[in-house]
């Protein structure tokens, strides 16, 4: 009886998997487009025209796995990219913190890496941070279109002084005493930091401001939607297996070689 019942169980897991496999052979990839945060290293960002890092590779092992192999070109920027999703011009994101409204126009996949996002000082203006009135009075800043969640984000808007510009500007400007602080994922800070010469200037406080998880994202106008199931199971693999946190390591050495490695041998950090 319970060999039967094992031959059965056997079967209907093979059918399920031929389904699926059978499934995915026959989806009309032509219209998929998949899109990232151009200014959100290691994680997601533009070199040159394509958007490269961990979502971009993470997406790439997954869609290949399902019969397509994703390339992202650069859309734009940050808000951009986001607005094209919610409205259906583009099916995935690769990179992004979820939150009430993101999460109303897009439906998230499970979490695949955990980032602290930091305060980025100078060094001779490092001040005490222990919670979020600690930044009353003081002037930041932060990329274009983020979101630390909506706790924070709605904290900002009501009682801080946060601009919003590219990230390189926003560490220039850090850098040159307008800012106090900036807000930004940790890997990235460091990043910028030493994009804008300013490493031995700069200084990330200890305390979080918040700690965040990225995720990939369709949009809920997206006809892949049904997907979801099987890019979770994938992601599951790939951070299970540590391949997540090897393409971190990879992407913040890749970006170190090119992008300010190429800063320093064009001159200056105007690129």
């Known amino acids: 009886m319970s060999s039967h019942i094992f031959r059965l169980s056997f079967v209907l897991a093979l059918a399920g998997l031929i389904s699926f496999a059978v499934s995915c052979s026959s989806i009309q990839w032509s219209s998929f487009k998949a899109a990232g945060n151009p200014d959100d290293p290691p994680l997601s960002w533009a070199d040159e025209d394509t958007i490269v890092g961990v979502g971009p590779e993470l997406a790439y092992i997954i869609f290949a796995d399902l019969g397509h192999p994703v390339n992202i070109p650069k859309r734009g920027n940050w808000e951009e990219v986001q607005t094209a999703a919610e409205e259906g011009d583009v099916d995935l994101i690769v990179a992004m913190f979820k939150n009430d409204y993101r999460a109303s126009k897009l439906v998230f996949t499970d979490a695949y890496i955990t980032v602290p996002v930091v305060l980025y000082v100078r060094k001779d203006k490092e001040f005490a941070f222990n919670t979020w009135k600690d930044l009353i009075g003081k002037k930041g800043a932060m990329n274009t279109g983020d979101s630390f969640g909506q706790d924070f984000d709605h904290f900002r808007a009501d009682n801080l002084t946060v601009s919003q510009a590219p990230l390189k500007k926003c560490f220039r400007q850090l850098r040159d005493g307008e800012l106090d602080y900036v807000i930004v994922n940790k890997y990235g ?40 199931p099987e890019v979770n199971r994938k992601i599951k693999k790939l951070v299970d297996d540590g391949s997540v946190d090897k393409m971190c390591s990879k992407y913040i050495l890749k970006y170190r070689l090119n992008t300010i490695a190429r800063k320093d041998i064009d001159g200056g950090d105007d690129l």
Do not use: C, W
């Open 189 to 228: 800070g460091a990043l910028y930091a030493e994009l804008v010469g300013a490493e031995d200037s700069l200084t990330v406080l200890q305390v979080p401001v918040t700690v965040m998880e990225y995720r990939m994202a369709f949009s809920k106008k997206s006809s892949y939607l049904n997907l979801l």
